[in-house]
């Protein structure tokens, strides 16, 4: 199986902060890597998908790059509705999330 | 508009049967596959299974493999997740979600139920 770690498990940001996170595979999974934002109560949102490429109306404050093992989800400038668990997702072989990555207020 | 519209939130106890269901609407059920996520509460996502609904091929992780089964009817363009004993840790929030894919044949889950929660409790 192949094994998402995500960093870090939780940040503090402002509004307006540049926020970088970031998602390491166990093997290589070429650019099979997507990104999800979650707010509390409700489902996942795709953000991104194929590493780098925006999903059909997600502002483009959000960005993704990497490809191999590595990976960063950047949000340009954190607005308020931002504040949220954000996670990475495999599909080179199978399916496997990473851990998530809380962002709180600060 | 595409829709995927889960089944109310269950109550059962230990060793009960369930079975949950995923409705799709304003697309082709059949072209795309449904993933079926678990969310226990408080952590994150896990992938559970998948299931191709033009022939209900399947295919599951291994840490679900067994313990659930994933089915559909593309007549109702309905997907399903069943348990035939369900256990406390069994607790947990799911989601299922459509798959599509890029050019180079990335999948990604383009459309999310709203979550259906199970709680097992004695």
């Known amino acids: 199986d192949i094994q998402m770690t995500q960093s870090p498990s939780s940040l503090s940001a402002s509004v307006g902060d540049r926020v970088t996170i970031t998602c390491r595979a166990s093997?290589?999974?070429?650019?099979?890597l997507n990104w999800y934002q979650q707010k509390p109560g409700k489902a996942p949102k795709l953000l991104i998908y194929g590493a780098s490429t925006l999903q059909s109306g997600v502002p483009s404050r959000f960005s993704g790059s990497g490809s191999g093992t590595d990976f960063t989800l950047t949000i340009s400038s954190l607005n308020p509705e931002d504040f949220a668990s954000y996670y990475c997702q495999q599909s080179y072989s199978a399916v496997t999330f990473g851990g998530g990555t809380k962002v709180a207020i600060k | 508009e595409v829709q995927l519209v889960q089944s109310g939130a269950e109550v059962k106890k230990p060793g009960e049967s369930l079975k949950i269901s995923c409705k799709g609407s304003?697309?082709?059920?059949?072209?795309?596959?449904i993933y079926w996520v678990r969310q226990l509460p408080g952590k994150g996502l896990e992938w559970m299974g998948r299931?191709?609904?033009?022939?209900?091929?399947?295919n599951y992780s291994p840490s679900f493999q067994g313990h659930v089964t994933i089915s559909a009817d593309k007549s109702l363009t309905t997907a399903y997740l069943q348990w035939r004993s369900l256990q406390a840790s069994d607790t947990a929030m799911y989601y299922c979600?459509?798959?599509?894919?890029?050019?180079?044949?990335?999948?990604?889950?383009?459309?999310w139920g709203q979550g259906t929660l199970v709680t097992v409790s004695s």
């Open positions: 304003g697309y082709s059920f059949s072209t795309y596959w």
């Open positions: 093997q290589s999974i070429s650019s099979y």
């Open positions: 979600a459509r798959r599509d894919y890029s050019a180079s044949r990335n999948d990604y889950n383009d459309y």
């Open positions: 299931i191709d609904p033009s022939d209900s091929y399947t």
